[in-house]
């Protein structure tokens, strides 16, 4: 089975472009997270879904950034306009449900750099 | 808020052991432990619920003290291929929020 897929794999941009990132969850996960993760933050999450639908986006750091989730196969990340402090990895990560014993499956992650 | 690790960091020689503690000043439903490698992204080792039950993974175990909102990972015999960054995810409302990591690096 495929496990989470996210591209691009690395994004360099320059600062004020947009980015999109992109993530595909395992087939018939109906929970999608994104985190990012920086040296000096860790690992923080950003927003997840749930059935599609945005639950909690109270992580996501500024308006800049907006998630969608159009269909149970697909998400999208977008950083507007993009800054050098966005740089970091950011991470995609599905699982089964919301429910305490649920683990989450991460995909292989976008190293993003903003110049 | 984000649950407080502990060792930041750990230096092994193969075959020794280590403890790496979480803590939370929030209520706990679950932890979960995580271990991500250079350049790699984490992968899953265990979950614990409440019940302080203990549990497994190679001879990598786990326990969880709710009354004490405390979770250890327990690493026997290390091997080379222990080394990595080791997260506990504490589980409150929903949302799954990562410690701040430890660094764990095995030496031949």
């Known amino acids: 089975d495929a496990g989470v897929i996210q591209s691009p794999r690395h994004e360099v941009t320059e600062m004020g472009q947009e980015v999109t990132l992109r993530c595909k969850p395992i087939s018939g996960h109906n929970s999608l997270f994104w985190y990012r993760q920086t040296m000096m933050r860790g690992l923080e999450l950003l927003i997840y879904f749930n059935n599609n639908v945005p639950i909690d986006d109270s992580g996501m750091p500024e308006d800049r950034f907006s998630a969608k989730m159009p269909n149970a196969s697909f998400s999208t990340l977008k950083i507007q306009p993009s800054e050098p402090r966005d740089s970091a990895v950011y991470f995609c990560a599905s699982s089964s449900g919301l429910a305490v014993n649920e683990k989450l499956f991460f995909g292989s992650g976008t190293q993003l750099s903003v110049l | 808020q984000q649950p407080v690790q502990s060792p930041q960091a750990v230096i092994l020689r193969e075959g020794e052991d280590a403890v790496i503690n979480c803590s939370s000043s929030?209520?706990?439903?679950?932890v979960h432990w995580y271990r991500q490698k250079h350049g790699e992204a984490p992968v899953f080792l265990m979950i614990l619920l409440k019940g302080g039950e203990q549990k497994g993974h190679e001879k990598i175990s786990a326990s969880f003290n709710e009354k004490k909102q405390q979770s250890s990972l327990y690493l026997t015999a290390s091997q080379l291929s222990y080394s990595g960054t080791y997260f506990c995810?504490?589980?409150?409302?929903?949302?799954?929020?990562f410690g701040t990591g430890t660094r764990l690096t095995i030496i031949p």
């Open positions: 929030k209520a706990l439903y679950s």
């Open positions: 995810g504490l589980r409150v409302n929903e949302k799954l929020t």
